[in-house]
């Protein structure tokens, strides 16, 4: 059974940092792409980064320069590096891979960016 744990969410003022993980249960993620996505109250879940198998990545143009996305394969985690973190940035992050053409997501973990 595939599973995706996130972590790392928390409260951070603007300017600040934060590192994201996901750790991937029920599947390898060295030959998935992986993403995080991220859901602010009243919005649509939007795409943040995502990381192909071969390690090319691609970003949302508003997290461009700020986050970067990363895969550890011995741990099976995914990161989230997120810098100069902006009160836009509030969300809910998610965590997703594809497996067998069915979308898998974690619970997602809160980023709150205070100004």
């Known amino acids: 059974q595939v599973q995706l744990v996130e972590s790392g969410g928390g409260l951070v003022q603007v300017g600040g940092s934060l590192r994201l993980s996901c750790a991937a249960s029920g599947i390898f993620i060295r030959v998935k792409d992986m993403a995080w996505y991220r859901q602010a109250p009243g919005k649509q879940r939007e795409l943040v980064a995502a990381i192909t198998s071969l390690g090319r990545t691609n970003y949302a143009d508003s997290v461009k320069g700020r986050f970067t996305i990363s895969r550890d394969n011995a741990k099976n985690t995914v990161y989230l590096q997120m810098n100069s973190l902006k009160p836009e940035d509030t969300a809910d992050y998610y965590c997703?891979?594809?497996?067998?053409?069915?979308?898998?997501w974690g619970k997602g973990t809160l980023v709150t960016v205070s100004s």
């Open positions: 997703n891979t594809k497996y067998y053409d069915m979308d898998y």
